[in-house]
C-alpha cells in the first residue's frame, strides 16, 4: 500500500484536534466558551518562541503573509461564530454536526480557486468522511 | 421548525458564518502554505487569532473566571491545537489535493469520540457507531 505524503500529518492533525476537541469539553466544564478561547489564544501563543522565523520572515510576500494572517482571523471567527451560535439558542446536538460541513465549503470553492479537481474515488472518499463527522458530532 | 422558520433564528446564520469562515480558514492556510513553511504558518496565524481573543475580552469587559483547571485545559487546549496547526499547514505543503486533505483532517471527532468512550467512561451512541464506520470507510479510500 502506498500512503500519500500527507496522510501521516493527517493523523498528527487527527491526534492533536481530536485531543482538543476532549479538552475541550473539559475546560467547558470548568470555564465559558468565550473564557476558553481566550485562554486556547494563549496557549498558541506559548508555542511562538519555538516557532519564530527571525529575519526570514521578511522574504515571504506581503500576499502571503495576508492570507496566513487571516487564516488566523477566520479560524478564530468560526469559533466565535460557533459559540454564538450556541449561546443564542442552538441545541449542540445540531450545531456541531452542521459546522462540521466546513469542507464542503473547500469541496465546492477548491476546484473554482485552486483549479484542483478530484477523482470520483476521493470524491467518494470526502463523501464518507463528511458523513462520518456529521454522525460523530451527534 | 419548518423550512422558512430555521432563516429566522439567529443560531442558525451564527452557524453559517461559521461554516464559512472555516471553509475560508482552510482555504487561506492552503493558499499561504504553498509559499510560506508550516512553521512560520502557524506564527502568523497566531496573531491573526489574536483580535478575536481581545474582543471577546472587551465583551467580557476583562471578567474570566478564576478556575484553575479550566485555564489549564484551555490552555493545553491551545498548544494541542497549534501543534495540530502545524501538521495541517504540512500537509498542504505536501501539495496533495486541498478538498482530501481538508476532509480528511476533518475527522478529528474520532479521537475525541475515542477518548470519550475510554478516559470520560461515555457510551456511543448507534449514529455515532455508523460515523466510525465511515470514518474507516474514507481512510481506505484516501490511503489508496
Redesign the interface.
Known sequence: MHLPPWFWLAAVVLISWGIVGLLQKLSTNHISAESSLIWLVVGFFLLQPLLYPGQALWTYSARSLTWALLSGVFNALGAWALFAAMRSGGKASIVSPFTALYPLVVVLIAPLLLHESISLLQGLGVVCALTAVVLLST | MSTLAIFK????W??I????????????????S????A???????????????L???V??RFQ??K?P???F????????????G???F???R?G?????????????????????VT??RERL?W??I??????A??FI????
Open positions: 433564528v439567529k443560531w442558525f451564527y452557524s458564518l461559521c461554516v464559512l469562515s472555516w471553509g475560508a480558514w482552510a482555504l487561506l492556510s492552503k493558499i499561504g504553498n509559499e510560506i513553511p512553521p512560520t504558518m502557524q506564527f502568523i496565524f497566531t496573531f491573526g487569532t489574536l483580535p478575536v481573543a474582543a471577546l475580552l465583551g467580557r474570566l473566571e478556575s483547571q479550566g485555564i485545559y484551555a490552555v493545553a487546549n491551545g498548544v494541542l491545537s497549534g501543534i495540530g502545524l501538521a495541517f504540512a500537509a498542504f505536501t496533495g489535493n486541498t478538498s482530501v486533505i481538508t476532509a480528511a483532517t476533518s475527522l478529528y471527532p474520532i479521537i475525541t469520540v475515542a477518548l470519550a478516559i470520560l451512541t449514529l455515532q455508523a460515523g466510525l464506520g465511515f470514518a470507510a474514507a479510500i484516501f490511503s489508496f
